[in-house]
């Protein structure tokens, strides 16, 4: 028996596109995520706090004493990168990607509330360490207070609620 089946074994001719149209729509799909998600998140690819840690309100006052504490840790702890200033210019600075944040910007400032800064001294993110395990909470919420004290008053409240 010798037999060949050379036009039965031909693929049947494609009778739809259903598959690129398919691979259209989702390459479409995509590229709208992300436009959407970069319009909703300013910075994107940033920093993400989960939303009950961003209400977090600071339970500490800003006093002389609470602030000199906090500038002890500070010069201590973090103006290596963040600069003694809060400018983001500390020694260390420039070899780190992301740079350290610049405390002193209005802008950036007024974009984040105290459970924002709270959180992200207590988690840290790399290059920067974590906290929460070497300070204690009033010092991180001390660190908090310092830190809004580098920037200007932006001419708006800071948005808390
Ligand atoms: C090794 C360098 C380094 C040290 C030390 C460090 N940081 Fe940072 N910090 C960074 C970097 C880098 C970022 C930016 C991270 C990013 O944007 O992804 C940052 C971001 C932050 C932010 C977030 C600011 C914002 O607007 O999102 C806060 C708050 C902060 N640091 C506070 C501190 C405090 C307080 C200390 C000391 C207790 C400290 N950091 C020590 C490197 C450092």
Redesign the pocket.
């Known amino acids: 028996m010798c037999e060949h089946f050379p036009a039965t074994m031909a693929p049947p001719p494609k009778k739809n596109r259903a598959l690129p149209k398919f691979l259209f729509a989702i390459v479409l799909a995509t590229a709208a995520a992300l436009i959407l998600y970069s319009a909703i998140h300013t910075t994107p690819w940033?920093?993400p706090v989960p939303e009950e840690a961003k209400q977090l309100k600071n339970p500490l006052q800003p006093s002389p004493s609470a602030l000199n504490s906090a500038k002890k840790?500070?010069l201590d702890?973090?103006a290596?990168?963040?600069g003694d200033t809060g400018k983001g210019d500390?020694r260390?600075?420039a070899r780190?990607d992301?740079?350290?944040?610049n405390?002193t910007d209005p802008r950036?400032?007024s974009?984040?509330t105290d459970g924002?800064?709270f959180y992200?001294?207590s988690e840290?993110?790399k290059?920067?360490?974590v906290?929460k395990t070497k300070?204690s909470e009033d010092d991180?919420w001390r660190?908090?207070l310092?830190?809004r004290s580098f920037a200007p008053r932006p001419s708006t409240q800071p948005p808390q609620r």
């Open positions: 940033s920093w840790i500070y702890k973090c290596n990168c963040h500390g260390d600075a780190y992301p740079q350290p944040a405390f950036r400032m974009g984040v924002e800064l992200k001294i840290g993110k290059p920067m360490p906290f300070l991180r660190l908090v310092l830190i």
